[in-house]
């Protein structure tokens, strides 16, 4: 059974950085891309960055290029998600999410991390 378990958010400032962790077990990951998705209040939920378990070769959102930066331990079967210089529009719940290299929908979900930031 799958399952992709993601550290705890919380409320930070403006200016903050802030390190989201996901935590994944039950299978090889070995033959899949992981991600990172986010949904903000009254919105759709966006895609953040995602990479390749194997390899490591990363992909970002436009809009999230410069203060994202994803990676993932294999040793430890964990992803990480990096946010520099928080915003408060940064305020969303944020998902970790795997799928495997062939298909192009995401099938496992974490529950979601809410992240909020005060001005």
């Known amino acids: 059974q799958v399952q992709l378990v993601e550290s705890e958010g919380g409320l930070l400032q403006a200016g903050d950085s802030l390190r989201l962790s996901c935590a994944a077990s039950?299978?090889?990951?070995?033959?899949?891309?992981m991600g990172w998705f986010r949904q903000a209040p009254g919105k759709e939920r966006e895609f953040v960055a995602s990479i390749r378990w194997a390899g490591g070769s990363t992909s970002y959102a436009d809009s999230m290029k410069g203060r994202f930066t994803i990676s993932r331990d294999t040793a430890n079967n964990t992803v990480y998600l990096i946010i520099s210089t928080l915003k408060p529009e940064d305020t969303a719940i944020y998902y970790c999410a795997a799928r495997h290299f062939l298909q192009t929908s995401y099938a496992y979900w974490g529950q979601g991390t809410q992240v909020t930031v005060s001005s």
């Open positions: 039950g299978r090889s990951f070995s033959n899949y891309f």
